[in-house]
């Protein structure tokens, strides 16, 4: 079976760190992905991993254990622009499959 | 980036009636392209994939007759809901698959919000 697990929902402070975990447990592994979603609004891509090792994007970091079938989002100086869900993604199989998606973290910024 | 088209971004009509939402990849083909829905505070939900030239796949539990796919082109799929329902009030999302061994990334469309009255 395919299980994605995430939090529900975090709340941070403005100006702090924040780290959002993703499990996975999927037939195949053929690469995560990190994605963004503003209430009312599509996700926007933020990161993809399909080797360990932790991929640097900004504010933005994303890393990958795939023994231990775990992921984490790292959000730095938080604004509070950076309110939104944020989804973990798991392609389970190579080629033109669809995603599976985790429920989602909400993160409130707070000031 | 890629970018992924929708439209119409809202659209409200009356129950019974249909309505199309094309989605399109402005810059790059896609052989592949998925429909999705998400409803208030939930996460996204894998309706069908979308295959140019042929027939899509549906995941289970959705009404294939109800909800038609059509990939005519390698940068255009449309989804038509058919006899609309207040139940099928929803976000209805798109996504398109940039492929590639460095990139292999899945791009949204802005979405298309329903409403059924």
């Not at chain 1, 999927?26 to 926007?44: C, K, M, R």
């Not at chain 1, 989002?73 to 798991?90: G, N, R, T, W």
């Not at chain 2, 088209?5 to 392209?33: N, Y």
């Amino acid at each position: 079976g395919q299980n994605i697990d995430q939090p529900t929902e975090m709340t941070a402070t403005e100006g702090a760190i924040v780290q959002i975990n993703c499990t996975y447990q999927t037939s195949g592994f053929n690469g995560l992905f990190w994605y963004q979603q503003h209430a009312g609004e599509a996700p926007t891509f933020l990161s993809y991993n399909v080797l360990d090792g932790l991929e640097e994007k900004g504010r933005f970091s994303s890393f990958l254990s795939r023994s231990k079938g775990y992921s984490y989002l790292l959000l730095k100086e938080l604004q509070m622009k950076d309110s939104a869900s944020y989804l973990c993604a798991v392609r389970d199989l190579s080629g033109n499959t669809p995603l599976v998606f985790g429920k989602g973290t909400r993160l409130s910024v707070i000031a | 980036g890629a970018v992924v088209s929708q439209h119409p971004s809202w659209v409200i009509c009356k129950s019974g009636t249909s309505v199309k939402i094309e989605c399109r990849s402005l810059d790059f083909q896609a052989t592949t392209m998925f429909w999705y829905r998400q409803f208030p505070k939930q996460s996204l939900m894998l309706m069908a994939t979308s295959n140019e030239g042929s027939k899509a796949t549906y995941e289970q539990g959705v009404e294939k007759d109800k909800f038609l796919i059509n990939h005519a082109s390698l940068t255009l799929s449309t989804l038509t809901v058919t006899s609309a329902h207040p139940e099928d009030s929803s976000f209805y999302i798109c996504s398109a698959r940039e492929g590639g061994p460095s990139t292999d990334t899945q791009y949204f469309g802005p979405g298309t919000r329903l409403t059924v009255l």
